[in-house]
């Protein structure tokens, strides 16, 4: 049970009129053009700005990590109005992504049993370091940058730990920017002294997996622009999702 609202339960796009606005100041890393928007009914959504297609990207990752039970941050295309373009500064007619805004949990104890002292108490360097955790949905972790490699990201996305001591994958607007790769160079594929590890590459064969149970119309939904969003893609995503199908479907890391 996730502590927000699944993309299935929102709507694919949403307007900015009669919003309320603040820059948003990131508790850790950069927060560069980053606002945060209240909606006339008090719900914050958190937007970088970043346009059309990144945004897509990110949209259409999380739907496909959505439909594969992963915890994965809430995402829609954003409607600028004029009022809020001049406030933010951009043009009313460029499309972004807004994110359900969830608050981050501070790097320090809320409680005597808060959850994340796991992350504090020992190093985390493969996936059998997490064995144990009261944190949900940590195994999400090293799935999301398996993902980075089966979906061809520049980069892994972001993570977050909410006050609800969840984890939850963010910042996948970098997926998609070419072919699946290998995994063989990824932090969760090998122990620290190089050897193989096992729970590491059984894990990289259920997110294959995952990905594999989804079907065609989940791809289809994932990939829809709804009406009134423009999207031009600067390349072709869906061949990408197709190649790492068919990358999953041979990959046998053991």
Known sequence: MLSFPLMNDLPQSVSTFGWSWERFVAPYGSSENFWLGTDREGNRWLTKLRGPFYAYREI???RLAQA????????VF???????ASVLGVKPDITHAAHWFMPEHKRQLCSGGCAVKFLFDKEIRTVDDLVGSQIEHLLDWPKSEFAAFLFGANEPPGRLFTTAHEFVIIDSEQMFSSGPCDFDTASWWNAPNGEPS?????LAEQVCADLLSLSERDIKDALSIPKGIEVRENWPIAPIIRASRKFAVSFDGL
Do not use: E, I
């Not at 096992?198 to 059984?202: A, D, K, P, V, Y």
């Open 60 to 62: 259409v990752f999380a």
């Open 68 to 75: 594969m039970n992963w915890s994965c941050q809430s995402s």
């Open 78 to 84: 954003l409607n600028l109005d004029p009022v809020s």
């Open 198 to 202: 096992l729970s590491g590459r059984m």
